[in-house]
């Protein structure tokens, strides 16, 4: 694998397993759990460095949180809830921008590694932190500390993987860091006992976890699944699949994509954090599968994860 891939924070920046750590807003903050629970989203980051890779994934979007205490420099409540609430908001704003830092991008790349090297890709990831929303903000009085909830979309016209995925399509330079030297797997197609519509691959016995681009080999390092098998389209929209932590969550979120009847293959192996690998005899069922339902192009493969 060829270079660099670089920027920011949507993850820890070290060696990897997968993470799904439970981070949690301190107790005193109700009324900011209670908005989380009615809109069923989780946090994926905030200060403590605990993330919940697979929640980012899942609800495709990131949710950040921040903490401040009041200025004593401020006496009057009001402006002690206010400027308190102000510095929550850029505290957010950084943790997102660290645990973008360390997001995986593809294989052990990390955005990281490439940030000083590429400023293209440092200005976007910039930006979207800048343009990060707030969605919610409590203050304690009683402990003069706030808290501030900021969200990013993964997908859509203005979410962090479309765009990038975006880039990655035009930009020479991008499209050239991300790809792989590994030949496309290809063998004589065998027939099948069913006709399958989508993938589930179970990774749960593998230190494997969500990225912008997860990959799919053979035994021998030959691909089986990667993003130049995917329509433009549906790579900007629905990003390279689905990520769940159970086979039946799979097939039901498969299910929102049209699938009827996903072929359900366990991983042998991880060449990397975001690389997985199949036995010979199960890509050959791979291959086999999608010759006939040509699901990889739409992207209608769903990994499970630990």
């Known amino acids: 694998m060829k270079t660099i891939i670089a920027t920011i924070l949507l993850t820890l920046a070290c060696t990897f397993a997968a993470h799904a750590d439970s981070v949690t807003v301190e107790a005193s903050f109700a009324k900011t759990q209670k908005w989380l629970d009615e809109k069923n989203l989780s946090i994926t980051g905030g200060a403590s460095g605990a993330r919940d890779d697979l929640a980012a994934f899942r609800q495709q979007t990131l949710i950040f949180y921040g903490e401040a205490v009041g200025n004593p420099e401020h006496h009057t409540p009001t402006q002690r809830e206010m ?67 900021i969200k990013l979309g993964m997908y859509g016209p203005k979410g962090f993987a479309s765009s990038f995925y975006e880039k990655m399509a035009t930009d020479p330079k991008l499209k050239e860091a991300v790809k792989t030297d590994k030949m496309p797997f290809k063998v004589e197609p065998v027939k099948l006992d069913a006709a399958y519509d989508g993938l589930i691959v179970d990774a749960t016995s593998q230190n494997f976890r969500p990225a912008l681009i997860n990959r799919i080999f053979a035994t021998k390092g030959d691909v089986l699944y990667d993003p130049a098998k995917i329509s433009q389209k549906v790579l900007v929209e629905q990003g390279c699949g689905e990520y769940t932590n159970s086979v039946e969550k799979a097939k039901a979120a498969l299910a929102t994509r049209g699938v009827a009847n996903p072929l359900v293959i366990k991983a042998s192996g991880a060449t990397s954090a975001a690389d997985l690998q199949v036995t010979d005899g199960d890509a050959v069922t791979i291959y086999s599968a999608n010759q006939k339902g040509s699901f990889m192009a739409a992207a209608k493969v769903a990994f499970v994860l630990k």
């Open 83 to 149: 400027m308190a609430k102000r510095a929550a908001v850029v505290t957010a704003q950084r943790n997102l921008m660290e645990y973008l830092e360390g997001f995986v991008l593809v294989g052990t790349t990390l955005v990281k590694d490439g940030m000083v090297q590429d400023d293209l890709i440092v200005s976007v990831v910039t930006g979207f932190v800048k343009g990060s929303q707030v969605v919610f903000q409590e203050y304690n009085k009683d402990t003069d500390t706030a808290v501030a909830l």
